[in-house]
């Protein structure tokens, strides 16, 4: 099966598309032939759209099995196909890159340290999950420095001892690390994952691809 991909010619897919256990969600200009494909690689259906009227829908949605929390500058038509599939709230205030901010499975998220209450209130109660605060490598941007599945968490390799005892406090689960994209630290950008399977970007190597399998529980 293929595994490896990439969005009108970029790696990157993580700032294109984000996943759960049910859906992939992932900007409207993707080919279907793509589509399908990743469709098949996480055992999932898709659900495409652009969020802001931009293509990096990766960067602007995190969800879980719970419902999706989107970039306030979703539009209302934006938001409406994605609530076909789930339930879908707008994070207030001025950080608007949800897929960013916000590490997430079923149980648990952690977030970036300067959202507001008012934002952690509405990932709780959208994704129905206790919100810590935290860091992973020193970044912020916690969505984008990790993925997180019900079976396990990749981060990047500069993650710090206490991040990772914290992560492991937080989710419960086998905590490892990884690079996607010839050593992408980032490697949310370049990694989407459930429990049925993984897609990573096109140019993530054979030893990236083994560690991803070994972390996430696929071997």
Excluded: W
């Excluded at 898709?46 to 969800?63: A, D, E």
């Excluded at 897609?199 to 190597?205: D, K, L, M, P, R």
């Amino acid at each position: 099966m293929d595994r490896q991909f990439s969005f009108n010619g970029n790696p990157h897919i993580g700032i294109f598309a984000t996943c759960t256990e049910g859906f992939v969600i992932l900007s409207a200009d993707v080919p279907k032939k793509v589509t399908d494909k990743l469709d098949k690689a996480l055992s999932v259906v898709s659900i495409k759209t652009f969020i802001g009227g931009g293509s990096v829908t990766g960067s602007l949605v995190s969800g879980n099995s719970s419902g999706v929390v989107v970039s306030p500058y979703a539009s209302v038509s934006e938001i409406n196909e994605i609530n076909k599939y789930t339930n879908v709230s707008k994070l207030p205030g001025k950080m608007s890159a949800a897929g960013n901010l916000i590490l997430v499975n079923d149980t648990a998220a952690l977030v970036h340290p300067n959202l507001s209450n008012e934002a952690i209130r509405v990932i709780e109660d959208t994704l129905k999950v206790g919100v810590h605060k935290g860091t992973i490598a020193g970044l912020k941007t916690v969505g984008m420095a990790g993925v997180a599945t019900n079976r396990g968490i990749i981060v990047s390799p500069k993650v710090k001892e206490q991040e990772l005892k914290i992560l492991d406090s937080i989710f419960g689960l086998p905590v490892g690390l990884g690079t996607v994209n010839l050593g992408g630290q980032m490697i949310g950008s370049g990694l989407l994952a459930n429990t049925k399977g993984y897609a990573t970007g096109s140019n993530t190597t054979g030893h990236e691809l083994g560690r991803i399998e070994e972390v996430l529980g696929f071997i």
